[in-house]
């Protein structure tokens, strides 16, 4: 069964701090996808990164890194110099075919 | 290019009654994907729509019932509310039967069932 754990409910931080956000994934497919969401307030879910269970190379966009490691079943999430606008809900996601499993979601804060 | 279009944005309705929910899918896309977002929690799958019929269902019961038309549309039926139905829900379209190829995201319709 696809299970996804993000353990941290909510972060804080002071801009321009880096800050990793953890995601952890159960499945018995080895064929998967994994991906990272962000939900700003208004409630739209906006695609970050897609990351197939055949590439574990790590993936560098911006201020936005992702690692993936198939050995811990982990997919990480860091951002470098936050910035307020970065403050939202961060979904890390499962698919093995037809529908998505989501975490419970990593509620981040920056302050100014 | 006009992304995903959800209606209403927001909703009340009694315990007891009927709702339905609207979603058009980004230009293109033919498939049609519904979540539900309880407050404070990660999108639950519901159901997905391929071809104007049902091709995956979630963990949820008999009450909630979809429809795709010939344009891709769809509709979420939720009979006989409850108060527990209360959530954020979200359509997603992609151009394939699954997401693996990227979820396109409506803004949702946030239910409120009082």
């Known amino acids: 069964a696809q299970k996804v754990t993000q353990a941290q409910t909510e972060i804080s931080v002071v801009e321009k701090e880096d800050v990793t956000l953890d995601c952890v994934y159960e499945?018995?497919?080895?064929?998967?996808?994994l991906f990272w969401y962000k939900q700003p307030p208004s409630g739209e879910l906006v695609f970050l990164i897609r990351r197939n269970s055949f590439d574990e190379q790590n993936e560098i966009s911006g201020r936005y890194s992702w690692n993936f490691q198939k050995s811990t079943s982990s997919f990480n999430f860091t951002i470098t110099a936050s910035q307020v606008v970065d403050s939202a809900v961060y979904f890390c996601?499962?698919?093995?075919?037809?529908?998505?499993?989501f975490g419970a979601g990593t509620r981040l804060t920056v302050k100014p | 290019d006009a992304g995903v279009t959800q209606s209403p944005t927001h909703l009340i309705k009694t315990r007891g009654q009927q709702v339905t929910l609207r979603c058009s899918p980004k230009?293109?896309?033919?498939?049609v994907s519904w979540y539900q977002q309880a407050l404070g929690q990660g999108p639950q799958f519901i159901f997905q729509y391929y071809e104007e019929e049902e091709r995956q269902r979630g963990n949820f019961p008999d009450r909630f019932s979809g429809h795709q038309f010939p344009n891709y549309s769809s509709e979420l039926n939720v009979n006989a509310l409850l108060l527990g139905d209360s959530a954020l829900y979200l359509c997603?379209?992609?151009?394939?039967?699954?997401?693996?190829?990227?979820?396109?995201f409506g803004s949702g319709t946030r239910l409120t069932v009082v």
């Open positions: 230009s293109g896309h033919d498939t």
């Open positions: 997603a379209s992609s151009s394939d039967r699954g997401p693996n190829y990227g979820y396109t």
């Open positions: 499945t018995r497919d080895t064929t998967y996808y």
């Open positions: 996601a499962l698919s093995e075919d037809t529908d998505m499993r």
